[in-house]
Nanobody
């Protein structure tokens, strides 16, 4: 069973930066599209960004130019560098691994943007 463990969340002031990490295990990492989703209080979980096995990246419009997703296939790691953070980025961030129609999720890490 795929295991995903996120880290790097925390409290940051508006305009600040955070780097989220996701350690993946029990999967053939290089075959998976890896992504980040987030869920704010009272809202549905939403897709933030993903990166294909070939390292093509995709972002939701609200984070383009501020967030960068990357992967290290040698270490089975995926990262989300978040810059110029806004209060509306506050959410629990979840790592996702997708192969065909199959999704696996981490437990989430809280990101709070507040002064």
């Amino acid at each position: 069973q795929v295991q995903l463990v996120e880290s790097g969340g925390g409290l940051v002031q508006p305009g600040g930066s955070l780097r989220l990490s996701c350690a993946a295990s029990r999967l053939r990492f290089g075959y998976y599209t890896m992504g980040w989703f987030r869920q704010a209080p009272g809202k549905q979980r939403e897709w933030v960004a993903d990166i294909t096995p070939g390292s093509t990246t995709n972002y939701t419009d609200s984070v383009k130019g501020r967030f960068t997703i990357s992967r290290d296939n040698a270490k089975n790691m995926v990262y989300l560098q978040m810059n110029s953070l806004k209060p509306e980025d506050t959410a629990v961030y979840y790592c996702n691994a997708r192969l065909l129609i199959y999704d696996s999720w981490g437990q989430g890490t809280q990101v709070t943007v507040s002064s």
